[in-house]
T-cell receptor, first 113, second 116 residues
Framework: AQSVAQPEDQVNVAEGNPLTVKCTYS??????LFWYVQYPNRGLQFLLK??????LVKGSYGFEAEFNKSQTSFHLKKPSALVSDSALYFC???????????FGKGTRLSVIA | DTGVSQNPRHKITKRGQNVTFRCDPI?????LYWYRQTLGQGPEFLTY????????KSRLLSDRFSAERPKGSFSTLEIQRTEQGDSAMYLC??????????????FGPGTRLTVL
C-alpha cells in the first residue's frame, strides 16, 4: 500500500530565509510525487510534480523539490521565503496511471516577517 | 480556462437529512475524483470516474454515499441519513485525458459540510 509521511506538523521560517518542507513516501512501484498548497477556505493548488527525469523539479511561485530514490524522499524547498508562502502544504504519491492520490497529513508553513 | 467548480461551498444540515453536492470539472477533463478532508488531515480518496464510468470506490464510501456522473461531465455526491462524522470538506478534482498534464489532478474549492 502507498503511504506518505510529513514528519513536521509545523515549520516556522523567517522571511528571506530558505525553507524546506519534508516528505517521505512508500510505494511498491515507481512513484508519481506531487506537492499541493492549501490556503484557508480554499481547495488544493498544484505546485509541482515528479514523474520521471531530473531529480530536481521546479514548480510554481519559486518552489522546487528534490526526488531522492535511495531515501524515498521528496522534500519541498524554496531559496527565499515570503510571508505570502504561509499556508498548508501537502505531499502526495501514487503509483502511476490515473490511480487516486495518497496524501500526507500536511505541514503548516509559517513565514514570519 | 475555468477551474473545477463545486456547489454549494457550504452546507449545514441536521443529522439524518440527505445532502447532495455537485462538481463541474474543467472542460474536456474526462477523469473526476472525489476526496474527503477532515480537520488536521490530508484528503482521503472516495471515488473516481473516467467519463461516466465509476472505476474505483474507497471502503470509506459506505452504502450511505453514492456518486454519479451520468453524462461524463458534472458529478454529484449524495450522502443519505447524514451523521455527525460526515462533517468534513468534500473535494473534487479532475484531470485531462491527454497532454502533459494528464497525470495531474486539479482541485476545486471544496464543499464544507457541517452536520448538527
Amino acid at each position: 500500500a502507498q503511504s506518505v509521511a510529513q514528519p513536521e506538523d509545523q515549520v516556522n521560517v523567517a522571511e528571506g530565509n530558505p525553507l524546506t518542507v519534508k516528505c517521505t513516501y512508500s510505494v511498491s512501484g515507481n512513484p508519481y510525487l506531487f506537492w499541493y498548497v492549501q490556503y484557508p477556505n480554499r481547495g488544493l493548488q498544484f505546485l509541482l510534480k515528479y514523474i520521471t527525469g531530473d531529480n530536481l523539479v521546479k514548480g510554481s511561485y519559486g518552489f522546487e523539490a528534490e526526488f531522492n530514490k535511495s531515501q524515498t524522499s521528496f522534500h519541498l524547498k524554496k531559496p527565499s521565503a515570503l510571508v505570502s508562502d504561509s499556508a498548508l502544504y501537502f505531499c502526495a504519491v501514487r503509483e502511476g496511471g490515473n490511480t487516486p492520490l495518497v496524501f500526507g497529513k500536511g505541514t503548516r508553513l509559517s513565514v514570519i516577517a | 480556462d475555468t477551474g473545477v467548480s463545486q456547489n454549494p461551498r457550504h452546507k449545514i444540515t441536521k443529522r439524518g437529512q440527505n445532502v447532495t453536492f455537485r462538481c463541474d470539472p474543467i472542460s474536456e477533463h474526462n477523469r473526476l475524483y472525489w476526496y474527503r478532508q477532515t480537520l488536521g488531515q490530508g484528503p482521503e480518496f472516495l471515488t473516481y470516474f473516467q467519463n461516466e464510468a465509476q472505476l474505483e470506490k474507497s471502503r470509506l464510501l459506505s452504502d450511505r454515499f453514492s456518486a454519479e456522473r451520468p453524462k461524463g461531465s458534472f458529478s454529484t455526491l449524495e450522502i443519505q441519513r447524514t451523521e455527525q462524522g460526515d462533517s468534513a470538506m468534500y473535494l473534487c478534482a479532475s484531470s485531462p485525458r491527454q497532454g502533459p498534464s494528464t497525470d495531474t489532478q486539479y482541485f476545486g474549492p471544496g464543499t464544507r459540510l457541517t452536520v448538527l
